[in-house]
Each structure stands twice: as structure tokens, then as C-alpha cells.
């Protein structure tokens, strides 16, 4: 009769081997989707980082890109970042990372590495809807608002808010409303004192849309919970609603149509006596909000930036 001595151990062998190739396959397998998840994290949080200087200065934008998918693990070149008009002229940035995955156990085969890679797109534009809106409005034939008759605002020169007197010069329309806004849309009750100083200190927590809103009351611009909101808010950017005129009614009774909103740095206030004024200027802000899909938003510098793609 035929001997049979070592074929288990043979067999135990191949057994083992084949365990081992499969183990291999499934640790390099799983390094390389990893990998592949954070190239596309990385091209996320690139084309974000560069949409926020869009749609004006693709430089900047690109630039911005680049320096972030650098200090994330890198694999995007210059011509990895492109862009792309959605709404507005050159309003999506495209990046693509693209970068080597190394193996372990697949070097055995000779494989030592395989190369992985993700797009992303992302789209800065204006809001259809805003969060953490501050309860004062803007009337949009402010000089600064349309820069002049240039028909986009001045960023950055410093100007004074009245706030008796909004409306514009001449007029009666709303006289005494100090143009406080109830941001509740469609509300017939008036908002108290620390709701409204709260809106001041930390913005409006729900999405405000466009549209006519009630104003709230004078009083409660000389609150002592008002300076203590606006004393947090001094040195810091605020998100005012901006208003087309004619005002609807007058004094607590006034309604607004508002249009869009515009960004607006605090310098200094004053809230005393029968007016007041917010000293400072205004600025362009990334905000967070509903990105809006057509252009019909009044275009004042204020930002949303999401990815599309």
C-alpha cells in the first residue's frame, strides 16, 4: 500500500498560507478604503476652505484650497482646483485629490502601493434663507449699501447707523421705530426685552426668510439688556436684514419688506435718549444659511458656501 506520511502537515501549510493571503488582501483592502475616505474628506474640506472666496477672487480661492489639502495628507496640484459657474460667474470651486495608498502584505505580490482618489465641488452664493439674523434693518438706499451708484456696497469705510431715522431723511414713515424688527415673519404678538436683546447678543436661532415683518418697539433699544447684547456684540460682525422702502404703517405698527441682508462690523453704539446709532462698517461675511438657486437675492457681500457634488 501507498505511505501517506506529511500530508497533513502539507496540507496544514497551504491551509495556512491561503489564511494568510486572504488576511492580507482584507488589512490591505481595508487601508486602501481608508484611505480613499480621507481624500475625499480632504477634497470636502478644500473646496469649502476655497469657496469662501468666491465668486470675487479665484486667486484667493485656489490659494486656499491648496494650503488646505497641503497640510491634509496633500495629492492636489495647481491645475487639481478649477472652477465653474453655477449662479453667479465663477461661483464653484472643483478639486480633486489624488494620492498613493501603500500596501503591507500586497508587496509580497509585488503590488506596493495603489493610487486613490475623490472630487469634490463646492458653491458660494447668496441666501435664501439666513440663521442668526440680528434684529435691525437696513434700509438699501443707505449710501454705502449701493456703494455710491456702483451698485455694490462699500466694504470697510465707516459709517453710523440712526436709528430713529432709517426710513431716510424727510420722511415720517416709521417715525419712532428705531427700525427694530419682530423676526418672528407673520407674528402679531411683539417680542420682550431679553428675546430681543438675545437676538442681539446671539443672532435669530431660526432660518428668516424674505419678506414683510413687524417692527418691535423703540423701548427696548434702550434696555439695559440691549448694552449689555451690544457690548458683546462691539468687535464683531452682525448679520442686519436690509429693508426697500416704502415702510408699511408707522411707529410700533411699521411693517418691512425685507429683501436679503447685509454684513455689518460694530465698532461702537450708543443707546441712549430718543435715538440711537451702531458706529462701524460694512463688511463681506460667510453665513449660515439656505444656499439660494437663482440670483434674485439682492447680491450685498453675505456668503453661504456648501458642497454640491
Request: proline residues 5%; hydrophobic residues 40%; charged residues 20%.
Given at each position: ?37 480621507d481624500t475625499q ?250 444656499l439660494s438657486t ?16
Amino acid at each position: 500500500m501507498r505511505r501517506e506520511h506529511g500530508q497533513a502537515a502539507a496540507l496544514s501549510v497551504l491551509f495556512l498560507t491561503v489564511l494568510m493571503l486572504s488576511a492580507a488582501a482584507v488589512i490591505d483592502v481595508g487601508s486602501w478604503f481608508r484611505e480613499d475616505r480621507d481624500t475625499q474628506r480632504a477634497a470636502d474640506a478644500a473646496a469649502l476652505a476655497g469657496a469662501q472666496a468666491l465668486p470675487e477672487d479665484q486667486g484667493t480661492a485656489k490659494a486656499l484650497a491648496l494650503d488646505y489639502a497641503t497640510k491634509n495628507g496633500g495629492g492636489v496640484l495647481a491645475d487639481d482646483v478649477t472652477f465653474e459657474t453655477t449662479v453667479l460667474a465663477g461661483d464653484t470651486i472643483a478639486v480633486d485629490v489624488d494620492r498613493p495608498a501603500d500596501s503591507f502584505f500586497a508587496k509580497i505580490i509585488g503590488v506596493d502601493s495603489v493610487e486613490v482618489g475623490s472630487t469634490a465641488k463646492a458653491r458660494a452664493g447668496v441666501p435664501s434663507a439666513a440663521q442668526y439674523v440680528a434684529p435691525i434693518v437696513v434700509n438699501i438706499n443707505h449710501p454705502l449699501v449701493s456703494c455710491r451708484g456702483r451698485g455694490v456696497p462699500c466694504f470697510n469705510d465707516d459709517t453710523d447707523l440712526t436709528l430713529d431715522n432709517l426710513h431716510g431723511p424727510g420722511s415720517g414713515d416709521a417715525a419712532g421705530a428705531f427700525g427694530l424688527l419682530n423676526l418672528h415673519q407673520g407674528g402679531t404678538g411683539t417680542p420682550g426685552t431679553e428675546e430681543l436683546a438675545g437676538w442681539m447678543a446671539e443672532g435669530f436661532s431660526g432660518l428668516m426668510e424674505p419678506g414683510v415683518y413687524r417692527s418691535a418697539p423703540s423701548a427696548l433699544f434702550n434696555s439695559s439688556q440691549m448694552s449689555e447684547a451690544l457690548n458683546l456684540r462691539t468687535g464683531t460682525e452682525v448679520l442686519f436684514p436690509i429693508y426697500d422702502p416704502p415702510i408699511l404703517g408707522s411707529g410700533s405698527g411699521a411693517r418691512y419688506n425685507i429683501l436679503g441682508w447685509i454684513g455689518f462690523y460694530i465698532e461702537d453704539y450708543d443707546n441712549r435718549g430718543s435715538n440711537g446709532t451702531i458706529e462701524g462698517y460694512f463688511t463681506r461675511v460667510v453665513w449660515k444659511g439656505v444656499l439660494s438657486t437663482t440670483a434674485t437675492t439682492p447680491n450685498l457681500g453675505v456668503r453661504v458656501v456648501a458642497l454640491i457634488d
